[in-house]
């Protein structure tokens, strides 16, 4: 019996055994994706000009999946996080999963599949996959105010109220928009003292405030969508 099952597969065709070899490695490098994706790093390429002028259009994003949490991959099941967002982290944001009818695995395979970046630099642009970047300005408890498209934040909800950059271990620049006090949403106050973040959720802005939404027209965000943080950028070659 075992000579005639060895015999029947030599005489398999080799179209058959290419096709079943090819599946396989397939196979094996979407698992491989997929795992080092969700769990440990991904890439994307921005699409907008919300974090201008520290990130423009056409640089390559380096996004960390570890520090907020994990991601099963296959699933939108976030792991306990090992540390919390922190003032002045460039995060990624997935608004989608806020109202999502999303099926994490079909979009996983269509992704790979069809080679596109779910990821703010795909061109079908970040608002499209629901998927931005944005600063952390305020973490739960503290209380927010801007003036003029700047924040100050007063940590924990006690003492002074001081300048986002006094905040942040990274320096920043920001693009302000000329007409600031004719804008409600940058005027100050906006976000009164008295309004402090929930716990679990933090207070994000764009660094280009002059074009961008940010909290004050998106709401608090939950850290439960938070998909990554920035820690690393390839600068788009001038042509």
């Keep these: 019996m075992a000579k005639k099952r060895v015999q029947a597969y030599k005489h398999r065709p080799l179209s058959v055994r290419i096709l079943r070899q090819f599946l396989i490695v397939l196979l094996s490098v979407f698992l491989l994706h997929e795992v080092i994706t969700s769990m440990v790093i991904t890439t994307g390429e921005i699409g907008s000009r919300s974090m201008a002028p520290g990130l423009a259009t056409g640089d390559r994003i380096f996004i960390s999946r570890i520090p907020y949490g994990i991601t099963v991959p296959f699933t939108e099941i976030l792991l306990p996080p090992f540390s919390p967002p922190a003032h002045g982290d460039e995060i990624l944001i997935s608004l989608e999963l806020q109202d999502s009818g999303r099926i994490p695995v079909i979009s996983d395979v269509w992704d790979f599949f069809s080679m596109n970046s779910p990821f703010p630099g795909s061109q079908m642009g970040s608002w499209t996959r629901g998927i931005v970047v944005r600063r952390v300005i305020a973490t739960g408890g503290d209380r927010v105010y801007l ?93």
């Design 147 to 239: 003036s003029g498209g700047q924040a100050f934040v007063q940590i924990g909800g006690a003492g002074d109220f001081l300048p986002e950059s006094a905040l942040s271990e990274d320096n920043y620049d920001l693009m302000l928009p000329d007409d600031a006090m004719n804008r409600p949403d940058l005027l100050k106050n906006y976000f009164t003292s008295t309004v402090a973040v929930p716990e679990g959720m933090v207070f994000v802005m764009p660094d280009n405030r002059a074009e961008a939404l940010g909290s004050p027209g998106l709401g608090f965000i939950s850290e439960d969508i938070i998909r990554g943080k920035v820690i690393g950028i390839l600068r788009r070659s001038e042509p």
